[in-house]
T-cell receptor, first 114, second 115 residues
């Protein structure tokens, strides 16, 4: 298995633009997680899906952020409009349910908003 | 409510000496506990996990951790540090087994290895 796949690996965009980050979880995994990592705030869980349904989105910073999981093999995290403070590394992870199983992390997308 | 505290933000040891990274947790139920490692510019990788089986858990790369319920601790240890162990380490607590369980990451401990 190729592991969790994220694209793009790097994204540089201007403030106000829409950004879409993509994630393909490991085949057969039922849970998918989006995280954000910055030096200031560390690793933050943004949203968590189980069987394609959002379970906990309490970590989503504000309405500019949205996430979807249209099927078991694909998820997107969208930021519209983007702001410089959104600059971070965004990780996607997947796991077998329930949550006592380990999470497998993707390589991350480094987002820079200028 | 559950929480996890990594007591040291940075630990520096000499190569060949023991490593101790401290983690304390609070949980209302029987927790699952994990240690993840993150090397520079990489994603997180599982080192080891505790899920109510043996209290001493062995992981990859010679690391192990002991679940101590009386002390609410899950410290990570390694007898002899290697230069390749330099990385960020995260302690994670997960409560319960339902799909709605909360998963809490610690703030991380950066491990530096001196030659």
């Amino acid at each position: 298995d190729a592991g969790v796949i994220q694209s793009p690996r790097h994204e540089v965009t201007e403030m106000g633009q829409e950004v879409t980050l993509r994630c393909k979880p490991i085949s057969g995994h039922n849970s998918l997680f989006w995280y954000r990592q910055t030096m200031m705030r560390g690793l933050e869980l943004l949203i968590y899906f189980n069987n394609n349904v959002p379970i906990d989105d309490s970590g989503m910073p504000e309405d500019r952020f949205s996430a979807k999981m249209p099927n078991a093999s694909f998820s997107t995290l969208k930021i519209q409009p983007s702001e410089p403070r959104d600059s971070a590394v965004y990780f996607c992870a997947s796991s077998l349910e329930p949550s006592s199983y380990e999470q497998y992390f993707g390589p991350g997308t480094r987002l820079t908003v200028t | 409510a559950q929480s996890v505290t990594q007591l040291d933000s940075h630990v520096s040891v000499s190569e060949g000496t023991p490593v101790l990274l401290r983690c304390n947790y609070s949980s209302s139920y029987s927790p699952s506990l994990f240690w993840y490692v993150q090397h520079p510019n990489k994603g997180l990788q599982l080192l080891l996990k505790y899920t109510s089986a043996a209290t001493l858990v062995k992981g990859i790369n010679g690391f192990e951790a002991e679940f101590k319920k009386s002390e609410t601790s899950f410290h990570l240890t390694k007898p002899s540090a290697h230069m390749s162990d330099a990385a960020e380490y995260f302690c994670v607590v997960s409560e319960g087994y339902s799909s709605a369980s909360k998963i809490i990451f610690g703030s991380g401990t950066r491990l530096s290895i001196r030659p």
